[in-house]
Structure formats: structure tokens, C-alpha cells
């Protein structure tokens, strides 16, 4: 007999960040949709009201495929560095 998997009742947001100067943000979180837990990378755009509303653009995917998508950003970075488009101590040029 299995344990059932813990649910989310709201998002819980992992990480948010700028994505340029028209102060687009790349927010990271993870919610629970009918039932399936589920990453979601999403960029958000400000409303004229001031606050961060979520857009079309971005991914989710259930939680169970995050180690692979860790591991491809992870050779991506790699390969950036390797190309050197990215120092090793580099933040994002915004």
C-alpha cells in the first residue's frame, strides 16, 4: 500500500526574478491542478494596477519531471560557461 501524495491547496511560490527593465518577472512555483502536483515557470507581466499577473508564456509540468528539468538547465548553464556566454560568478545583465 502506497502513502497518497501530499496536495497543495495554494501555490507556493520558489523563486521570482526580473526578466528585463519593463519589469517582467519569471516566477517559479508549485501547485497541486485536479489532483497531479505540478511545477510551473511562468513569466508574468505588470498590470496597469500595479500587480504581477501571469501570461501564456511558460511551462508546467508534474513535479516527478523536475529532476530532468533541473539537469537540462544544469547543462545548459554548463555549456554557456563552457562557450563563455556566462563568467562563473555571472548574474543576469538586465
Partial sequence: MSARKPTLAEPVV????????????????LSTYEGRNLVDIRMHRMSTAG????TQKGVA???LRLPELADAVN???AK???????????KADA
Wanted: aromatic share 6%.
Fill in 14 to 29: 520558489v523563486s521570482k526574478f526580473w526578466k528585463n527593465r519593463q519589469h517582467d518577472a519569471i516566477i517559479t512555483s
Fill in 51 to 54: 500587480q504581477l499577473v501571469p
Fill in 61 to 63: 509540468l508534474v513535479v
Fill in 75 to 77: 547543462k545548459a548553464l
Fill in 80 to 90: 554557456a560557461r563552457e562557450l563563455g556566454l556566462i563568467d562563473d560568478d555571472a
